[in-house]
């Protein structure tokens, strides 16, 4: 299980595209939960590896951290303040993936190829309004199927232009982003609905697809 952490970004969308790829389930979590909620889905998933946009939010969870024993590896996406002793940045684990292709070439071909349509593909928690949070598993066949059927009813294509809204960690925009890639559009992401004119991050699809 691979938790992810942080808001709409590019390397929110990399992250997802190279676990669903490595056959790794990921566990979407809004960045605006309390760190005792952060804590009750990490401990419930069992997740190993944990995602964080940044030193600021590492530093908000640390406490609850170790009291999650599965957590294993943290990442960063923004190198800034990070030391070897927190964990890894989203740079260096690629640097990694690299070394680890020219070891053996071709293993992540192999790996994505061993993935099949009923394999477990991530673990979305409910809001918890009437509990604790519960974990909806949805294989590759469940995304895929409903990608194929939003796309199917929808004429976009590689000339479109896409605003990103919603959180990514809400199923609804990450499906809206695998047909964005699956149409080839380009896509933006709104830091806040406050200020959307100033604050846009360009994607080029070509870009997340080729990773």
């Known amino acids: 299980r691979v938790a992810l952490l942080s808001e709409s970004r590019v390397e929110w969308t990399l992250t997802d595209a190279g676990a669903i790829f490595a056959g790794a389930i990921d566990v979407p979590i809004y960045p605006t939960l309390t760190p005792p909620q952060v804590r009750y889905i990490l401990n419930d998933s069992g997740a190993s590896a944990l995602f964080l946009a940044n030193h600021e939010k590492f530093l908000e969870l640390k406490d609850v951290l170790g ?17 070897s002793q927190e964990g890894l940045t989203l740079a260096q684990l690629e640097e990694q993936g690299r070394e680890l292709e020219q070891r053996e070439p071709g293993y992540i071909a192999r790996v994505a190829g061993q993935i099949q349509p009923e394999d477990l593909a991530t673990i979305i928690y409910t809001s918890g309004t009437t509990g604790e949070p519960k974990g909806v598993m949805l294989t590759h066949s469940n995304l895929v199927s409903n990608l194929i059927d939003s796309s199917g009813h929808l004429s976009f294509g590689e000339h479109d232009i896409a605003l990103s809204v919603l959180p990514l960690s809400h199923v609804f925009e990450r499906q809206a982003m695998y047909m964005y890639l699956h149409r080839g559009m380009a896509v933006y992401f709104a830091e806040s609905l406050q200020t959307v004119g100033p604050n846009l991050r360009e994607v080029h699809p070509t870009v997340l697809v080729g990773v």
């Open 67 to 83: 009291e999650c024993p599965a957590v294993k590896h943290v990442i960063f996406f923004d190198p800034h303040d990070v030391t």
